[in-house]
């Protein structure tokens, strides 16, 4: 018996799900290669920040600022091949469970856009996706922008697309998530030893945005529940937390405080060493690789500190498997 897209094994048959297929719809980071968005390319970092940032004011300056970034990386990002990776793991594990659903990723500033990879599977012949956004914490430019550039994207390709339901499911306090985020921290515990690593000062952070923009919606607080769930799974009583990559705005303007100046409190405070524990990152990128490793790493060591990054979620199986039980949830139409 053929089993297509959109097929589940059950009792030696095939039935139809709700869903043929997933789509995984992230941030996106430059890659080698035009993105194909300006006539004269101006090299994959500018493309990429300038998609970001777009024509606000002083717009050129901030640009410059980050994609100066990337150049310590080559110019590119690791956070496509990392998310596409999560993506044929998740694919892999759907089948494990018996659920056919090719898996597909989409991203808002660089290619594949999400435009190209609904069209795409279109010509495969899928029809109806759950879209998952790559965002543990939900604010507008997380779930809801990632919700919108699907629905813009459907509405430019006609019936061309398929349609595309979002996983309302919030994650940031699955199990799931923060087993694979204590995982990581735990795994710093052989290089440090024990002793040092109890003793380490634990950091969580995630992305700032504007306190306009945090005023109507959950994101400060799913972030600090992400935190504070994960340090008690680690047996800590106490920890801080810091946001961190905003633009150089007005103080107040955006979450605060910056990790930064976490990072020097908790020397302040006689820490040797710190953990960062980057929770609003579900893989590496420039804001984990450059805003800590490099930015947070001075800091720490200009105060005396030796400085620990646990790694992002990536592809840890518990992570994996949350998606998985998320994607058979809503396919069995058992969650909105």
Excluded at 8 to 20: L, Q, S
């Amino acid at each position: 018996m053929s089993r297509g897209p959109g097929s589940r094994v059950e009792g030696g048959g095939v039935t139809e799900a709700r869903y043929d297929s997933v789509l995984l719809v992230g941030f996106g980071g430059p890659t080698r290669g035009c993105c194909r968005r300006y006539e004269d390319c101006p090299g994959e970092a500018f493309c990429f920040v300038k998609n970001v940032v777009g024509d606000r004011a002083s717009g050129d300056e901030r640009i410059r600022e980050v994609a100066a970034h990337y150049e310590h990386f080559g110019g590119v990002s690791p956070f496509i091949f990392f998310s596409q990776k999560q993506a044929g793991a998740l694919e892999m594990e759907l089948e494990r469970s018996g659920i056919i659903a090719p898996v597909y990723v989409g991203y808002r500033f660089w290619t594949p856009f999400v435009k190209e990879a609904l069209a795409e599977m279109h010509r495969r012949g899928l029809r109806r996706t759950l879209g998952i956004a790559l965002a543990p914490h939900r604010a507008k430019v997380s779930f809801e922008a990632y919700r919108g550039e699907a629905e813009s994207a459907r509405r430019e390709l006609g019936g061309e697309a398929p349609e595309v339901t979002f996983a309302g499911t919030p994650w940031f306090d699955h199990p799931g998530y923060i087993g694979a985020t204590v995982d990581r921290v735990n795994e710093l515990a052989g290089a440090m030893g024990e002793e040092r690593f109890s003793a380490a000062r634990l950091i969580f952070s995630a992305h700032s945005i504007p306190v306009s923009m945090a005023r109507t919606s959950p994101y400060r607080e799913q972030f600090e529940e992400t935190a504070r769930l994960a340090a008690g799974a680690l047996g800590r009583e106490s920890h801080l937390t810091g946001f961190q990559s905003s633009p150089n705005v007005p103080p107040g303007s955006w979450l605060e405080p910056d990790v930064l100046d976490v990072v020097r409190e908790a020397a302040d405070g006689g820490a040797k060493d710190v953990i960062v524990i980057p929770v609003g990152f579900i893989c590496d990128h420039i804001e984990v690789l450059f805003d800590l490793d490099v930015e947070a790493r001075e800091a720490a060591e200009e105060r005396g500190m030796d400085y620990f990054r646990a790694g992002t979620v990536g592809s840890h199986p518990k992570f994996i498997s949350m998606l998985r039980d998320i994607v058979a949830a809503h396919r069995a139409g058992e969650s909105g």
